[in-house]
T-cell receptor, first 110, second 115 residues
């Protein structure tokens, strides 16, 4: 399975943007980039995914490098409720499985 | 509300006891899976199922059994509990929209302690 590398932790101030990097230099052409987050004492929840183009939804934006070897999850205005562990995961087009790494722990300061 | 329901939420077992963790989803998802999460770590896949009657092993299957007799239910059985199985267990289900997108919905977890 292709691997991802994320920083262990990041801090942000409330109402400021948060940029979460993810390196995936061994990504294959058919791998989708998925992001999930896990709030304290809860199960993971889907955030966003993409293949080649940048993606936006109500929760976040996903910026994908042109060579697809890295991507960045962008939380436009962090709130205290965004404090969570964020996981960057590669998933093949026909692969049901998700492989979780350690993720990035995001702390939001009031 | 639609979603993935796990029961029980908390359980304490003695070493050697057996039990079944229940997972049910009402979204008609074909794919279901079980993960465990140890303190400070990411989730690891135990078993998964791509449809009723079809199951397969994940990354850490030893000590666990599963079956899938209906689309809705995917129970996880611990045959003889060991302290190493102390963990939080998450059930997840997903669907296919084609073009490689499988959206996952996770349950709220079962916190298991084996003493």
């Amino acid at each position: 399975d292709a691997k991802t590398t994320q920083p262990n932790s990041m801090e942000s101030n409330e109402e400021e943007p948060v940029h979460l990097p993810c390196n995936h230099s061994t990504i294959s052409g058919t791998d989708y980039i998925h992001w999930y987050r896990q709030l304290p004492s809860q199960g993971p929840e889907y955030v966003i995914h993409g293949l080649t183009s940048n993606v936006n939804n109500r929760m976040a934006s996903l910026a994908i490098a042109e060579d697809r070897k890295s991507s960045t999850l962008i939380l436009h205005r962090a709130t205290l409720r965004d404090a969570a562990v964020y996981y960057c995961i590669l998933r093949g087009a026909n692969d049901y499985k998700l492989s979780f790494g350690a993720g990035t722990t995001v702390t939001v300061r009031a | 509300n639609a979603g993935v329901t796990q029961t029980p939420k908390f359980q304490v077992l003695k070493t050697g006891q057996s039990m079944t963790l229940q997972c049910a989803q009402d979204m008609n998802h074909e794919y279901m899976s079980w993960y465990r999460q140890d303190p400070g770590m990411g989730l690891r896949l135990i078993h998964y199922s791509v449809g009723a009657g079809i199951t397969d092993q994940g990354e850490v299957p030893n000590g666990y059994n599963v079956s899938r007799s209906t689309t809705e239910d995917f129970p996880l059985r611990l045959l003889s509990a060991a302290p190493s199985q102390t963990s939080v267990y998450f059930c997840a289900s997903s669907y296919s929209l084609g073009q490689g997108f499988y959206g996952y919905t996770f349950g709220s977890g079962t916190r298991l302690t084996v003493v």
